[in-house]
């Protein structure tokens, strides 16, 4: 089983729609978790941490459920300029995996006229 | 904010020879980087965490002697792809934990900057 596994899609969504990815991760321990925007033959972006409580930016959200190991993004009022792989981020808990990012597989969003 | 750049951007080189990718935090000082690879249609695999004054840890899998690192300053790690074949091509990134806030010197624990990568093909 991947440590963090992801919908890898794609998604085709029109200007404006709602949308959602998932994202589980195997091990109970990992402390940190994010979402990651990649562009296409670029690096990959911080777009936001995840937090228990939830938390928003704008147009995007993101939840934690640490009892179900499941992490989700929404993004609402979809724009052209969101199309992009989003990649969810998990880190080690400590000794060797102190620090490490692991990444999903990404899942890829398209957003059309 | 922390800025971490990579050169070259991108390399092709015949099968054989050695590249070396460099990786540099422009405004800040990291004990701590670490280098990626980057397959078509797949996500970052992380290949080694780089620390300044020591050895590279590799992660299982990922050949050191091979994909060889050196962290010689703060601000300077470099990747050199030995004897480099075509199955190598790939996207390597890397990226820098920056200090803690009032904490210079002591790498944010989960924070990480990456560069823009460094695209090789190898013929």
């Known amino acids: 089983r991947k440590e963090v596994e992801q919908d890898p899609g794609p998604f085709n969504v029109p200007e404006g729609a709602t949308v959602a990815f998932n994202c589980t991760y195997s091990n109970s321990a990992s402390q940190s978790f994010f979402w990651y925007r990649q562009d296409c033959r670029k690096e990959p972006k911080l777009l936001m941490s995840v937090y228990s409580s939830g938390n928003e930016d704008g147009r995007f959200t993101a939840q934690l459920n640490r009892a179900s190991q499941y992490i989700s993004l929404l993004i609402r009022d979809s724009k052209l300029s969101d199309s992009a792989t989003y990649l969810c981020v998990v880190t080690g808990t400590g000794g060797t995996s102190y620090g490490k990012l692991t990444f999903g597989q990404g899942t890829i969003l398209t957003v059309h006229p | 904010g922390a800025v971490v750049s990579q050169h070259p951007s991108w390399v092709i080189c015949k099968s054989g020879t050695s590249v070396k990718i460099e990786c540099r935090s422009l405004?800040?000082?990291?004990?701590?980087m670490f280098w990626y690879r980057q397959f078509p249609k797949q996500s970052l695999m992380l290949m080694a965490t780089?620390?300044?004054?020591?050895?590279?840890?590799?992660e299982q899998g990922v050949e050191k002697d091979k994909f060889l690192i050196n962290h010689a300053s703060l601000t300077l790690s470099t990747l050199t792809v030995t004897s480099a074949h075509p199955e190598d091509s790939s996207f390597y990134i890397c990226?820098?934990?920056?200090?803690?806030?009032?904490?210079?010197?002591?790498?944010?624990?989960?924070?990480?900057?990456f560069g823009p990568g460094t695209r090789l093909t190898v013929l």
């Open positions: 405004d800040f000082q990291a004990t701590t």
């Open positions: 780089s620390n300044e004054g020591s050895k590279a840890t590799y």
């Open positions: 990226s820098a934990r920056p200090p803690r806030p009032g904490l210079a010197g002591v790498p944010s624990y989960n924070e990480q900057f």
